[in-house]
């Protein structure tokens, strides 16, 4: 009967190293993607939220006219701001791959 550890990466303790560094590498890798899926993943929600909630707040009274510039002159404001989330939510998701 042989003594010792019985290791999957053999005997050898440099082979172990290295597969316990690839293993550590795997593990960091896998984890940084989560974590920039869940930044864009959030990054995007945030955007339809407060769009949303902005949106929600908008009082349009008038004529339709009056309405639509309102509207217009909101989203100017809005899109801006809502396109640079997305962006950065893109980025978030397009990172690493």
Do not use: H, W
């Not at 597969?19 to 550590?24: P, R, S, T």
């Not at 949106?55 to 008038?62: D, E, P, Y």
């Not at 002159?73 to 893109?90: G, I, K, Q, T």
């Amino acid at each position: 009967m042989e003594g010792g550890f019985n290791f999957p990466f053999g005997n050898d303790p440099e082979e172990i190293m290295r597969g316990l560094q690839d293993f550590a590498e795997k593990q960091t890798e896998a984890l940084a993607e989560q974590q920039r899926e869940q930044f864009a993943t959030l990054t995007l929600n945030t955007a339809v939220e407060l769009t949303g909630s902005a949106v929600s707040q908008i009082q349009l009274s008038g004529s339709i006219d009056e309405q639509t510039i309102a509207l217009r002159d909101a989203m100017r404001v809005l899109f801006p701001e809502a396109v640079a989330l997305v962006s950065a939510a893109r980025q978030g998701f397009m990172r690493g791959r």
